[in-house]
């Protein structure tokens, strides 16, 4: 990462794992605890009511970045804890793909 990139990192984090009915149901509170158990400085952890994207949950939410994970499982937590939310680099392999549309050509 360059000096830039380090710059745009914001001070404050929140990371919002949903705990609603169906995301529950696909593993999010062990998904809450997942990201629990790897504390980073200045990133908050909270669980939230439902977020509209049942259907492809578990789903993480990164705040003031919005950037949207979708079908989190607790084994995708490390990777999203070092590259996303230390090194500033979402993961693309999880990005919801109807908020983070990708094209290809
Ligand atoms: S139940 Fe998690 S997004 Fe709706």
Redesign the pocket.
């Known amino acids: 990462m360059d000096s830039n990139q380090q710059q745009q990192q914001p001070q404050y984090r929140c990371v919002i794992v ?7 149901r696909n593993g ?1 509170a062990e998904v809450l605890q997942a990201f629990r158990d790897y504390p980073v400085p200045n990133v908050i952890i909270e669980g939230s ?6 259907s ?4 993480v939410r990164v705040i003031p970045d919005e950037i949207w994970y979708c079908r989190i499982k607790p084994h995708d937590v490390s990777l999203i804890v070092k590259q996303h939310l230390i090194g500033g680099q979402p993961v693309e392999a999880k990005l919801h793909p109807r908020i983070h549309p990708r094209f290809y050509f």
């Open positions: 949903c705990q609603h009915s169906s995301c529950l999010s009511g439902c977020m509209g994207q049942c492809s949950g578990p789903t």
